[in-house]
């Protein structure tokens, strides 16, 4: 999804300052100050754009994204990169823009017919240059009337129910025909995605976000208005492909004197559903990039433009910053805590370990935040770590969390949610890592493998009593197995290098048909093993045999960093070879 945590820093300051450069032989048009403004207010679309940074030149990155100039120094957009919203200001020939998200561009401007063309360079490296068409009614270059919602309008003691839609660009599965939205006057909504909790209106448009994580969802453009319809623009802010046209009827319902009888903040386990559905978004994702990789056909076709490398990063920051405001709920002092409280703050700080792990072991050095993050200025702020200090992070957080976590529920339901058994392999997971196999083997032998039975089939169908700990897939199929009793019994090959009192389902030993021994040897039985798909790259790395295996050159051991983080924060740098 995009995308949480780190929104992407404005690609729209600028320096409107006049020169000659043509536009596929186009002539084009030198003016002054004050007609560059009057002839630039207006609505533009994309339909030409080439980022450059560090060498490396991505087309089509803007295509289709929209801006507004206003008249009154103020601009809207429905691109990330832009900050959606922000200022301008002229100083001779120079007008600088600020978006809200902080960034400043300098940019060069000139028209060639109904063509306005950005040429510059932005302070975090990037250079870039845009072509936009004014968007109009028809060719005689007339813009298209904008209508501006009001609180009155859209919010009250009513709802919005789908009466048709249009999707124009990308797909969306949230909008369905006879559903039901509604915004409330305290800024309160429930959208069209769970996570679209809160609205705002800035100029004339309706912009949704989480309001936990202040992450950005859709912006609503009013179209038409007709007694109790109306008919909106709606584009993603997830979903940059997202470009739909909604009509929507008023559903007006009784008011009810409800009392709520438990304040959100205080019921903590309100917040275990979000952690764990953004967590299994993580892992999905993260199975999808190392299957990628760790394939030689396709080993090479993962970039920093590629969508699962941004959704996979987004998916653990949004995990990780829900866990973070959780926690402070706890440090605050907002929760009285007892032991199912106790167990459940310690839940939540071991699949942080988790998702740190992960992130540092696919990307090596990244942003490490441990405190909630509640505007796109903390955001884009935040440097990165090395990647032994993210490490050493997980560790320390499994460690403390290790002691009160629940018991391992040999129940299926209870195989869903962290336990002791999956911290006791996390932290022997990283004890791998980073090159202590004693103490790694000492977590494992504190892990009663007798108390589960062994898969003895080639796929696991069902959440067998082989599984320590799965992920409830949001997407596609019912779980993930994350640890299994054979991923305990393969960290224990991993450290021994001998099979000798494992359990593992193998036709062939060491000794007959040619079998390998040593990291070769693991690596091969790792791959045996389709429910055991978590943890194969990072046993690859850690065996020194990915590169053999895969064929993927040494840089890509590790993931670029998504393009649009790189753009929205100054302080991460992306990792060499991308």
């Given at each position: ?29 030198v ?23 560090q060498?490396?030149?991505y ?10 100039i ?5 601009y ?11 200022t301008y200001s ?15 561009f ?6 060639s017919?109904?063509?306005?063309i950005w ?6 490296g ?13 060719d005689?270059?007339?813009?298209q009337?904008?209508?501006?919602f009001?609180?009155?309008?859209i919010?009250g ?12 660009k990308?797909?969306?599965?949230y909008?369905?025909k ?13 959208g ?6 809160a ?16 992450e ?7 179209l038409?208005q007709k ?5 909106v623009r ?5 979903d ?9 009827t ?12 438990e ?5 903590i ?6 952690i764990?559905?953004?967590?299994a978004?993580?892992v999905e994702?993260?199975?999808q ?6 394939t ?5 076709q993962i970039?920093?433009q ?9 998916a653990a ?6 866990i973070?405001?959780?926690l402070?709920?706890?440090e605050r002092g ?10 459940f703050l310690?839940e ?17 050095n990244?942003?490490?935040i441990?405190?909630?993050i ?8 935040i440097?990165?770590r090395s ?23 040999y ?5 869903l949610?962290f ?12 004890e791998l ?5 004693s103490?790694a083997q000492n977590?494992?032998n ?6 589960y039975?062994?898969q003895?089939?080639?796929?696991l169908q069902?959440m067998?009593r082989p599984?320590?700990?799965?992920m409830?897939?949001?997407?596609s199929?019912?779980?993930?197995p994350v640890?299994?009793?054979t ?7 991993e450290?021994?290098?001998s099979?000798?009192g ?16 040593g990291?070769e ?15 194969y790259?990072?046993a690859?790395k850690r065996?020194g045999?990915?590169?053999?295996v ?14 649009v983080d790189i ?9 060499p070879?991308y």
């Open positions: 999804m995009k995308r949480f945590l780190l929104l992407a820093l404005p690609m729209m300051l600028m320096s409107f300052v006049f020169c000659g450069c043509g536009d596929d032989d186009e002539k084009t048009e003016i002054s100050d004050g007609e560059l403004i009057s002839k630039a207010i207006g609505t533009w679309m994309c339909v030409k754009s080439t980022d450059t940074q060498g490396h030149s087309d089509g990155l803007m295509v289709g994204k929209e801006v507004t206003n008249a009154g120094g103020t809207t957009s429905t691109a990330q990169s832009f900050g959606y919203t922000g002229v100083n001779g020939n120079t007008v600088t823009v600020k978006s809200n998200s902080g960034g400043t300098v940019i060069t401007v000139t028209f017919g109904k063509r306005m040429e510059g360079a932005a302070n975090n990037v250079t870039f240059k845009y072509y936009f068409d004014r968007e109009s009614d028809d005689s270059g007339v813009v009337p904008v209508l501006t009001t609180d009155d309008l919010a003691d009513f709802s919005w129910k789908v009466k048709d839609f249009t999707i124009e990308g797909r969306n599965s909008i369905q006879d559903k039901e939205i509604s915004f409330k006057k305290d800024g309160s909504c429930e069209f995605h769970t996570m679209e909790d609205w705002l209106i800035k100029n004339g448009r309706i912009e949704t976000y989480h309001k936990q994580t202040s950005p969802m859709y912006v609503y453009t009013l038409s007694d109790s319809t109306i008919s709606m584009e993603g802010t997830l940059d492909e997202l470009k739909a046209t909604v009509v929507l008023k559903v007006v319902y009784q008011s009810m004197d409800a009392t709520i009888t304040d959100y903040q205080s019921n386990f309100a917040l275990r559903a979000p764990y559905a953004s967590c978004s993580f994702g993260q199975l990039l190392e299957a990628t990789r760790s030689p056909n396709t080993v090479h970039s920093a590629s969508p699962v490398v941004s959704n996979t990063w987004q920051y949004s995990t990780i910053n829900r973070n405001y959780t402070e709920m706890a907002d929760l009285q805590l007892n032991q199912q409280v106790t167990q310690a939540v700080r071991a699949i942080r370990a988790f998702i740190y792990y992960n992130l540092g072991m696919l990307w090596g990244v942003p490490v441990t405190q909630a509640m505007s796109s200025e903390q955001a884009s702020n440097p990165q990647q032994s200090e993210v490490f050493q992070l997980a560790y320390s957080d499994i460690c403390n969390a290790l002691g009160n976590l629940p018991e391992s529920n129940q299926n339901e209870g195989k949610y336990n002791k058994d999956a911290g006791k392999m996390l932290k022997a997971e990283i890592t980073l090159g202590s196999k103490a977590t494992l504190q892990i009663d493998k007798d108390s039975i062994y003895t089939r080639s796929v069902t067998e599984v320590i700990w799965a409830a897939q949001a997407s199929g019912p779980y993930i640890y299994t009793i991923h305990h019994q393969l960290y224990l090959y450290i021994t290098g099979k000798d494992l359990v593992l389902e193998t036709n062939v030993s060491l000794g007959d048909g040619g079998a390998t021994s990291p040897g693991v690596a091969a039985e790792w791959k045996k093993y389709t429910y055991a798909d978590f943890g790259w990072a690859l065996l045999q990915a590169q053999s895969t064929g993927c050159f040494d840089y890509e051991l590790l993931m670029p960093i998504p393009y753009m929205s924060n100054p302080n991460i740098t992306q990792n070879g």
